[in-house]
């Protein structure tokens, strides 16, 4: 009898468990989260803990984040905007096309010089005055910040008359990194988190570019007025907050930004 009871009670538990798990998950939503093309590799994992740990899904599309931000303003069904800087989103918010008072900055970018050869970039950058490449890769500064930062490097060390002639321009950074990584450009301007994993280049050779050679790269995240009243939406600016997203980035080599 006693076994009887004990098999009766574990099984009660089970149902209460399995019930209310059930529950949450009914109340579970998704939510579409245009995302800036530096934040592609990270994204992915961001989404899967964020799943896990809500069980809301995300829909993502990814791009550079001026075309992302041109989208917005046309209508494209968004309800988050992962930006890739600060400037794109406040536009948005100025715009009335994002919720105002929901921007957050989630990370600080950091910007690398990168070759798919071994050797060929050195640990000061010096291989851009001595010139030994014929191309170099880099995203399109005027829709990408990433672009616009490394037009920033190139200005600021007296470089940019001399290498403009070999720029290669992607849409996006992640466009430049395919053209490093194709070898269709000796070297280019990317983001850390495209070559770099808990600090460690995934391959090739890296100049980590120092931050004060560019306008720091804040990238923030806003909720869009398609996701207002979207619970997965809000959900996910809240987790960008937690500890858990910041070790993520962290790993990916972004800067934790100051919490509020």
Do not use: C
């Not at 099984?11 to 995302?35: C, H, K, S, T």
């Not at 209508?75 to 406040?90: I, M, R």
């Not at 170099?136 to 490097?153: I, K, R, S």
């Amino acid at each position: 009898m006693t076994s009887i009871v004990s098999l009766a009670a574990r099984w009660v538990a089970w149902m209460v468990g399995w019930l209310l798990l059930a529950a949450g998950y009914a109340w579970a939503g998704e939510a579409r989260v245009a995302v800036a093309a530096n934040m592609s590799a990270p994204m992915q994992q961001l989404q899967a803990e964020f799943g896990r740990a809500t069980g809301h899904t995300l829909v993502v599309a990814v791009g550079a984040t001026g075309k992302l931000q041109a989208q917005i303003v046309n209508g494209a069904p968004f309800d988050v905007l992962v930006s890739a800087d600060d400037e794109a989103p406040k536009r948005l918010e100025a715009g009335g096309q994002a919720v105002a008072g929901t921007r957050l900055t989630y990370a600080i970018g950091r910007l690398v010089l990168w070759s798919a050869t071994p050797g060929l970039v050195d640990a000061q950058g010096q291989v851009l005055s001595q010139g030994n490449f014929r191309h170099l890769a880099l995203a399109n500064p005027q829709t990408a910040p990433y672009g616009a930062a490394a037009v920033e490097v190139m200005d600021k060390l007296g470089l940019r008359a001399r290498l403009q002639p070999r720029w290669v321009q992607g849409e996006s950074v992640a466009q430049a990194w395919q053209f490093v990584a194709s070898g269709n450009a000796e070297l280019g301007f990317v983001a850390a988190s495209q070559v770099l994993r808990n600090q460690q280049p995934l391959g090739g050779s890296v100049w980590l570019v120092p931050s004060s050679l560019h306008t720091p790269l804040l990238q923030d995240a806003v909720l869009l007025q398609r996701g207002r009243d979207n619970d997965a939406a809000k959900a996910f600016l809240a987790f960008l907050r937690s500890d858990a997203a910041r070790q993520v980035l962290r790993s990916y080599g972004f800067e934790e930004p100051a919490r509020p």
